[in-house]
């Protein structure tokens, strides 16, 4: 199995993750079928599963970029660190304060203040456990950096047992979030000032990213054996089950986004990296693969797009309602709430697939 070939899992892996987190966070209407939703709190359904497996990803792509650093001097590797967490944090607060405007009661337009603009989010996440877990492997390496790892998921749960409790508002983290930025600077969109993407929260979620790291780490080492394959499919088993059990004293939940909740995405990221691994580069079943393909290597790109180009359209009127509102309930809305909402988040996806694969085909990809 080459490098190419695993590339190409890899790929696979993360458009897979892009379009089905697409598809969930754009449906038609407030209707949609329940694995596409979140769990309310504690809990787990296959919608909480796509924002770990991203940051998975990353871990395992930098599996691959790493040892290109040894070849390096150490200025030029903290810069390129430093830069790629900078740019990805940005490029996160920009679309939260994007279109950087807004209208008074009056209708006036009036210019979005900082004062009010959410600081954390999904790619500041990413960019925060990104920066951390590349300077914990570059220094530590692997072994020790898995081990303080598994420290931090301790030392969060130690935190959040002794500083709180496990609901939204009395967690240690919102109270942490509220003592450092104000309650205008967190998410509204659970009706208070919740952030789910908190400071706190970024500790154990450094793990996603290491577990990536481990697991594209053993693929290029021994993933060319069934072997190997097995031992990653075994390993992954492992980590779901002792999430299982920690999950019965630090219930699994993505808001908070708990150590058992770690040890739970990672163990099933890692069973269905095998399993792609296995159906693209042992089977060699590539037919379809293609699609995922394309997404998986403009991430980010197409996950920027695809959060502006919603922004646009509810920004958009067409007579009362939003161009969003008018293209659902004018063409999807006849499918039914369910399948109408689905069908538009669908469609949704594939428009910003189609510039993906525009991308492709020229060549173009954009890379942070």
């Not at 789910?196 to 577990?211: D, F, Y």
């Not at 037919?287 to 290597?297: M, R």
């Not at 428009?351 to 954009?366: H, Q, R």
């Amino acid at each position: 199995m080459s490098s190419t070939q695993r590339f190409q899992a890899l790929d696979v892996f993360r458009g897979l993750t892009i379009c089905f987190m697409i598809i969930v966070n754009t449906p038609g209407n407030d209707v949609t079928f329940s694995p596409l939703l979140h769990a309310k709190w504690h809990g787990f359904t296959p919608t909480d599963l796509v924002f770990p497996s991203f940051l998975f990803a990353v871990g395992n792509a930098m599996s691959f970029v790493m040892p290109k650093w040894n070849t390096k001097t150490q200025a030029v590797v903290l810069y390129k660190i430093f830069k790629r967490t900078a740019l990805i944090f940005l490029l996160g607060y920009l679309m939260y304060w994007f279109p950087f405007f807004r209208l008074d009661e009056t209708g006036n337009i009036i210019s979005a203040p900082f004062s009010e603009t959410r600081i954390l989010g999904v790619l500041q996440r990413i960019a925060l456990c990104y920066g951390i877990a590349a300077l914990m492997i570059y220094y530590l390496k692997p072994k020790l950096a898995v081990i303080v790892t598994v420290v931090l998921l301790f030392v969060y749960w130690l935190l959040m047992y002794v500083f709180g409790d496990y609901t939204m508002l009395g967690n240690a983290g919102i109270k942490f979030d509220l003592w450092l930025m104000g309650d205008k600077h967190l998410y509204h969109g659970e009706g208070v000032a919740f952030d789910p993407e908190g400071w706190l929260s970024t500790l154990p979620a450094i793990g996603n990213v290491v577990g990536g790291y481990v697991a594209g780490k053993f693929i290029q080492e021994k993933g060319k054996s069934y072997e190997g394959l097995s031992k990653l499919l075994l390993t992954g088993f492992s980590l779901f089950v002792i999430a299982y059990f920690w999950n019965l004293s630090f219930p699994i939940n993505k808001k908070l986004w708990t150590s058992s909740f770690v040890i739970h995405t990672v163990g099933l990221d890692c069973m269905i990296l095998s399993a792609i691994i296995y159906i693209v580069d042992f089977k060699n079943k590539t037919k379809g693969v293609y699609f995922f393909e394309v997404v998986g290597k403009n991430p980010l790109t197409i996950y920027l797009l695809s959060e502006l180009m919603a922004t646009v359209f509810y920004m958009v009127q067409v007579g009362d309602k939003s161009l969003f509102s008018w293209i659902y309930e004018n063409i999807f809305s006849y499918a039914g709430d369910y399948f109408g909402s689905l069908a538009f988040a669908i469609s949704y996806m594939l428009v910003c697939w189609s510039v993906g694969y525009f991308m492709d085909k020229k060549k173009i990809y954009i890379r942070v």
